[in-house]
């Protein structure tokens, strides 16, 4: 396969293209560091040593709250009615391996034991540009959870930073080939023109995943847990900024006293109603048994049930937390505890 | 013919005062406007402002709320209270955007059948002629059913 | 800073209390809420520019769980929210044990140094830089220039809005809001064990992400919040879309003060607003 590169200019020609044909474009507009809907291809802006935004764009294809059906009663009977499709297909550009990841991870979780449609339609037709990342804080620990900066799983295409604001493009799977051959006119095949840029600091590894592995399948009982959550507040900042949790709550809303929708809506398992039952029981009724099965289920259950790690290492949860209660310390510790025993 | 715009209005009205002196005025056969929803509650100190967001939520384009006068409640202070609360949530409204005439006060007693009849045209005739709440109508864009091409599907 | 640590070990060795809620570092420099329970663990306890944390939230969570004083750290403003909780009746005075700090202002961005443009709006008008009564005081504090009050311009171009105006304004805010909660779980006065978001029989406030949903939850929180908040801005600092809940709060704060004459967190034998009336209060409003 040839090496192709692009110049970020005739890139954004490309972006004006996509939304000249309405596609639906999801990317960092210049002087924001947060995925917006871009509706002009030259503000679009690629920069791979931002900090990664505070959010995560699984908005864009698991939406924060999305209507399932709406119904109307009709004296005896009820009429139910789909909800509009957005036809428009979706295309992330300028995804950092840490985001681009995480949707074939929570694509298991939505396609287990029911083939949740919703999401399905829009990951389906959509297309994820990656882009290789320079960025390095003391939250970052992608390399840990088996990514990378240069990681392509997830993106369709991916770019990587060459000299003189260039890409070396790459397609990672056929939808991005078809890409790559839909608007050839706008690549240059002369690979070898202008050299990488080197990432300045490279992510070192912060804890062996297999250690951690283990010591939570062992140590479910420890007394580990009865301190490492208790600074959270259980709001559910985290799970919603996190590129990989998914969990969702179902309501049915009224608009009138005959009409009404039953909406998908985020949840968390911080909260303290989340496994609340109707006779009253809560078997996680406080916020250190709340935050083990944070980590449990993102370190431990997740790999056992779909052999994925459901976490990419991003370190958005850590940096928005309100208490600034670090999910890479807890991992270290547990590591550290793990490597005692 | 274009339908002309009735405002919808909510009343919540305390059960020993204003109720009352709303019944009087229909028992006196007095002539009033029927744009008016009243929802009885034991006392004006019940009266959450939780209640007038569903109200408006619900396609309202007006509320009032009234109850006996101060001093004259029927559980001594219920109504003391009340006031206080009003007067945190209407500015409280008001500062992000939900006029003071879509939110309406009165002390009307028992026996003030005329006065009743009086607050409440005149609260139907301000909304009238503010128009229909419809920014906050829009606010329920999500959850009303969509203008569909198809039709329903039918379920039992 | 020292002294701050020999407070609290003495505190902790002489059992005085049985834990302190306080600040302590993490590797990455971090500051952050920690709990001391022994005097080794008061050696990580720390107070400087950037313990921005508003403590006074873990009070309701901790004081039920054993007996003994519970010891906790706080600056002038984090005062106010511990005045409040015993104002409402959520702890009593004899059942703390107050550390309190001189401060001279904390950090806006947590993650850059603490400099006059980068310090809370509340600092610039912090009357309470001691607070005002406690167990021990540590901390000698320096005085700093701080940020200028750039929210009062937001608030006058607001007032000077139509209605329509105002509520496009707002829902254009509120259409942000992801429904975490993060304002309710880190303000010291949301301590209702359920809060009224989460009744669904009947649900008065969807628990959806809608418009609707949004403008309900954020406007009965800010109403919930009169005459009851301290101005600590941890809403504000919590939420994770930048959404500007202390225009509302300090809007309810200024209310409170102007038809009042009521401040919440001054005094902890002061009746609260809501929970209190006059005869003699204002109705002009009233038909």
Redesign the interface.
């Known amino acids: 396969m040839e090496e192709l590169i692009i110049s970020t200019e005739n890139f954004k020609k490309i972006v004006q293209e996509l939304l000249d044909k309405e596609f639906k474009v999801i990317g960092i507009p210049e002087g924001e560091n947060k995925y917006q809907e871009i509706t002009d291809g030259n503000k679009l802006s690629l920069h791979p040593e931002a900090a990664p935004t505070n959010s995560s764009f699984k908005g864009y294809f698991f939406p924060k709250s999305e209507p399932i059906f709406f119904y109307k009663q009709n004296h005896s009977s009820v009429d139910l009615f789909d909800p509009i499709e957005d036809k428009k297909g979706i295309v992330v550009i300028g995804a950092k391996p840490c985001d681009a990841s995480a949707l074939p991870i929570i694509s298991k979780v939505f396609n287990w034991d029911y083939k949740d449609d919703l999401f399905n339609k829009r990951y389906d037709s959509s297309l994820i540009i990656g882009m290789s990342c320079h960025y390095k804080d003391d939250y970052c620990f992608c390399v840990s959870t088996k990514g990378s900066p240069e990681n392509t799983k997830g993106s369709d295409v991916f770019l990587t930073s060459l000299e003189n604001n260039y890409f070396k493009v790459a397609a990672i799977t056929p939808k991005g080939n078809s890409f790559i051959k839909e608007y050839a006119k706008y690549f240059e095949k002369d690979g070898k023109k202008y050299k990488p840029v080197e990432r300045k600091e490279a992510i070192p590894e912060h804890f062996n995943y297999e250690k951690v592995k283990t010591w939570l399948d062992n140590n479910f009982e420890n007394e580990f847990w009865d301190t490492a959550g208790e600074m959270c507040l259980g709001c559910a900042q985290c799970a919603f900024v996190c590129p990989t949790c998914h969990c969702f709550d179902i309501v049915d809303e009224q608009c009138s006293s005959c009409e009404g929708r039953r909406a998908k809506n985020w949840d968390a398992c911080q909260f303290s109603l989340f496994t609340k039952h109707a006779s009253g029981h809560n078997p996680r009724d406080n916020q250190e048994k709340r935050y083990r099965q944070r980590i449990s289920h993102k370190f431990k259950y997740y790999k056992d049930k779909f052999d994925e790690i459901l976490c990419t290492g991003c370190g958005r949860c850590a940096r928005g937390c309100p208490v600034s209660l670090d999910i890479l310390q807890v991992v270290e510790d547990i590591n550290a505890l793990a490597e005692k025993s | 013919m274009e339908e002309k715009f009735e405002p919808k209005i909510v009343a919540f009205v305390c059960n020993w005062c204003t109720y009352t002196g709303a019944d009087l005025a229909g028992t006196s056969r007095l002539k009033q406007e029927a744009n008016a929803r009243l929802i009885r509650v034991p006392c004006t100190g019940r009266i ?3 209640f007038v ?2 109200a408006f ?3 309202a384009d007006g509320v009032l709320i009234s109850g006996c006068h ?2 004259d409640c029927h559980y001594n ?1 219920g109504n ?2 009340a ?18 005439t879509r939110l ?4 009307v007693s028992a026996s003030e059948g005329k006065k009743w009849v009086s ?1 409440v045209d ?1 609260v139907i005739d301000s909304v009238r002629a503010k128009g229909p709440f419809t ?2 109508k ?9 203008v ?1 091409t198809g039709e ?5 | 800073m020292n002294e701050l640590k020999q407070i609290c070990k003495d505190v902790l060795t002489e059992k005085k209390a049985r834990l302190i809620i306080g600040y302590s570092e993490d590797k990455n420099k971090r500051v952050k809420p920690f709990i001391a329970r022994t005097p080794e663990d008061a050696e990580k306890l720390v107070f400087n520019h950037h313990a921005v944390n508003n403590l006074a939230v873990y009070i309701s969570r901790f004081k039920n769980n054993f007996e003994g004083k519970i010891g906790i750290v706080v600056k002038g403003c984090d005062l106010k929210a511990v005045t409040a909780l015993i104002q409402e009746s959520q702890v009593k005075r004899e059942d703390l044990y107050i550390i309190g700090v001189n401060c001279s202002g904390v950090v806006r961005d947590i993650d850059q140094e603490f400099s006059k443009d980068n310090s809370q709006i509340k600092c610039k008008y912090c009357q309470t830089k001691t607070p005002p009564y406690f167990d021990a005081i540590a901390e000698e504090s320096k005085e700093f220039e701080l940020t200028d009050d750039d929210q009062q311009e937001l608030m006058a171009k607001i007032e000077k809005m139509s209605a329509e105006e105002r509520l496009d304004f707002w829902n254009e805010q509120f259409e942000k809001c992801i429904k975490c909660y993060a304002c309710r779980q880190v303000c010291p006065m949301c301590y209702c064990e359920q809060c009224i978001a989460e009744k669904s029989e009947p649900q008065w406030i969807d628990s959806s992400a809608t418009a609707r949903g949004n403008f309900a939850w954020n406007t009965i929180r800010a109403f919930h919040m009169a005459g009851r908040c301290i101005g600590c801005h941890e809403c504000e600092r919590a939420c994770p879309m930048d959404i500007p809940l202390t225009l509302l709060t300090r809007k309810m704060g200024m209310v409170a003060s102007s038809e009042f004459g009521y401040r919440p967190g001054m005094s902890i034998d002061e009746p609260t607003l809501i929970g209190s009336y006059s005869t003699s209060d204002k109705e002009d409003f009233i038909k």
């Open positions: 959450d402002p939780v967001i569903k939520e619900s396609g101060p001093g202070a003391f209270h006031r206080r609360r009003w007067t945190m949530f209407k500015n409280l409204l008001e500062f992000v955007g939900i006029d003071s309406q006060f009165s002390w607050i005149g920014q906050y829009k606010m329920n864009k999500a959850i009303e059913i969509p569909q329903g599907v039918s379920a039992k």
